[in-house]
Antibody, heavy 128, light 109 residues
Framework: QVQLVQSGAEVKKPGSSVKVSCKAS????????ISWVRQAPGQGLEWMGG????????NYAQKFQGRVTITADESTSTAYMELSSLRSEDTAVYYC?????????????????????WGQGTMVTVSS | QSALTQPASVSGSPGQSITISCTGT?????????VSWYQQHPGKAPKLMIY???NRPSGVSNRFSGSKSGNTASLTISGLQAEDEADYYC?????????FGGGTKLTVL
């Protein structure tokens, strides 16, 4: 069974950047889309963007365009999310989540579909 | 893009049924059959309960069901149990991205 294990909590200063990792173990990595979803304290879920590792091209939510970079390293089965120009409103738990469908098996679908495997979450605190 | 609209809270007694609505537009919920529902307990990651409007992943109780009519999707939980108390989020595909609803807190009385 595939597991996604994320890097540990971070405390950052306003204006700096943070890079969170998400390592997959126990199954196929490259042909499943990985998305990043964040959740501010007491708030709802917010999709930030995603990537299909075998293609390497990321899609971003309009809100985060220019400030977020999502990458993937197939050799280590690890996805990364880097968020720059941090502000206090970026304080949140950041989750990586894997799409349900394998794009090699279902090449016609356009991710994201549904997220059936989630990482444990990484708390990022932005504070001066 | 605005979030999909869900009621902030719903409640029900054990054994009863409840329905949570999720309203979007023809550009998201109404335009695609890629509506999903997630359950989230406090301090935990979300769990997929329904995908593609009405399909249950393996291991999810058949007390959970989903449907859609026009721009509104719905999640119904029958035979409410104490462990169903959680936050529920809908999501919909839209133009190579996804958007979530604001979430609904389910209280089992």
């Amino acid at each position: 069974q595939v597991q996604l294990v994320q890097s540990g909590a971070e405390v950052k200063k306003p204006g700096s950047s943070v890079k969170v990792s998400c390592k997959a173990s126990g199954g196929t990595f490259s042909s499943y889309a990985i998305s990043w979803v964040r959740q501010a304290p007491g708030q709802g879920l917010e999709w930030m963007g995603g990537i299909i590792p075998i293609f390497g091209t990321a899609n971003y939510a309009q809100k985060f365009q220019g400030r977020v970079t999502i990458t993937a390293d197939e050799s280590t089965s690890t996805a990364y999310m880097e968020l720059s120009s941090l502000r206090s409103e970026d304080t949140a738990v950041y989750y990586c989540a894997r799409d349900r469908l394998d794009i090699v098996v279902v090449p016609s679908y356009d991710p994201p579909d549904a997220f059936d495997i989630w990482g444990q979450g990484t708390m990022v605190t932005v504070s001066s | 893009q605005s979030a999909l609209t869900q009621p902030a809270s719903v409640s029900g007694s054990p054994g009863q049924s409840i329905t949570i609505s999720c309203t979007g537009t023809s550009s998201d919920v109404g335009g695609y059959n890629y509506v999903s529902w997630y359950q989230q307990h406090p301090g935990k990651a979300p769990k997929l309960m329904i995908y593609e409007v009405s399909n249950r992943p393996s291991g999810v109780s058949n007390r959970f069901s989903g449907s859609k009519s026009g721009n509104t999707a719905s999640l119904t939980i029958s035979g409410l149990q104490a462990e169903d108390e959680a936050d529920y989020y809908c999501s919909s595909y839209t133009s190579s991205s996804t958007m979530f609803g604001g979430g609904t807190k389910l209280t089992v009385l």
